[in-house]
């Protein structure tokens, strides 16, 4: 399980682009995207707001343009 704190959340044709902040380390952090179980951007409505944390399991999925 993964864990992190949602810092961005923008629109991204029918639905949104979600970026969150990960702990790597104790001085060190990174930005990670969750994909949504079913295409690339999460539909509308979306019950979370930026500063939230959430945890998730990540799964194994193929990238395309712009997001590689």
């Not at 810092?7 to 902040?21: A, F, K, R, Y």
Request: hydrophobic fraction near 35%; glycine fraction near 8%; aromatic fraction near 8%.
């Amino acid at each position: 399980m993964r864990e992190l704190i949602l810092s961005d959340i923008t629109e991204m044709g029918p639905g949104l682009c979600v970026i969150g902040i990960e702990r790597v380390s104790k001085n060190e952090f990174r930005s990670v995207r969750p994909i949504p179980p079913v295409g690339y951007s999460w539909p509308l409505p979306f019950d979370c707001q930026r500063g939230r944390f959430i945890r998730f399991e990540p799964s194994t999925t193929s990238a395309a343009r712009p997001h590689v």
